[in-house]
Nanobody, 128 residues
Framework: QVQLVESGGGLVQAGGSLRLSCAASGRIFSAYAMGWFRQPPGKEREFVAAIRRSGTNPYYADYADFVKGRFTISRDNAKNTVYLQMNSLKPEDTAVYYC??????????????????WGQGTQVTVSS
């Protein structure tokens, strides 16, 4: 079992920044690819960003097109924590953000069905 706890959400004005954190406990954190999803009001959960292995790179990042250049994902295996730095926030970024752990280390395929563990979510609200 892996337990994931998000923090760092809140209310911010458009153009502002937030940093989300996800602390993991349980099984070996470094054994999982880690990602962030979000669920806007009234919509389906969608992929935001992920960090996984690719070749010899243990920190390869995938991003959804709508966050490229604005969001940055990172991980600190010593602290069992994954981060999502969100800059230039827009009102359409308003959503509940979920941390996710995937046992498959390599490859894309960041569908919700691929996820082994979820956090409880943290609310991000961007005002215009």
């Amino acid at each position: 079992q892996v337990q994931l706890v998000e923090s760092g959400g809140g209310l911010v004005q458009a153009g502002g920044s937030l940093r989300l954190s996800c602390a993991a406990s349980g099984r070996i954190f470094s054994a999982y690819a880690m990602g962030w999803f979000r669920q806007p009001p009234g919509k389906e959960r969608e992929f935001v960003a992920a960090i996984r292995r690719s070749g010899t790179n243990p920190y390869y990042a995938d991003y959804a097109d709508f966050v490229k250049g604005r969001f940055t994902i990172s991980r600190d295996n010593a602290k069992n924590t994954v981060y999502l730095q969100m800059n230039s926030l827009k009102p359409e970024d308003t959503a509940v953000y979920y941390c996710a752990a995937r046992a498959r280390q390599y490859g894309r395929g960041w569908e919700p069905s691929e996820i082994n563990y979820w956090g409880q979510g943290t609310q991000v609200t961007v005002s215009s």
